[in-house]
C-alpha cells in the first residue's frame, strides 16, 4: 500500500480533483492533514507527500503523472534493493 498525504491548504492549486482520482487507485491510501509544515512549497505549487517523498508539480494535471511515476519508481528501487539483499 502507497500512501499519499496532502495538505488541504494546497488545494488553492486545483489539487482536490487529482486527490479524488488518486482515492480510485488501488494500493493507494489518501490522507488529508491540515499541514504537511512544507508551507512555502504548498504556497507555491502542487505537491504531495508520496511514501514521505515530497513530489512537486507545475500544474495539478501534471501532478497525478507524476505521482504515479514516483510510486513505479519507489517500487523499482525497493526490488532493486530486496535483489540485493537476497543475493548478500
Do not use: F, R
Request: net charge negative; charged share 25%; aromatic share 6%.
Amino acid at each position: 500500500m502507497h500512501i499519499v498525504e496532502y495538505c488541504t491548504s494546497n488545494t488553492h492549486h486545483g489539487t482536490e480533483q487529482i486527490i479524488e482520482k488518486l482515492e480510485l487507485v488501488p494500493d493507494i491510501e489518501v490522507i488529508e492533514y491540515g499541514c504537511l509544515g512544507n508551507c512555502g512549497e504548498c504556497y507555491l505549487s502542487p505537491y504531495v507527500l508520496v511514501n514521505g517523498e515530497s513530489v512537486v508539480a507545475e500544474t495539478a494535471d501534471q501532478l497525478y503523472d507524476l505521482v504515479l511515476e514516483a510510486i513505479k519508481n519507489q517500487e523499482l528501487e525497493q526490488a532493486a534493493l530486496d535483489k540485493l539483499l537476497d543475493d548478500l
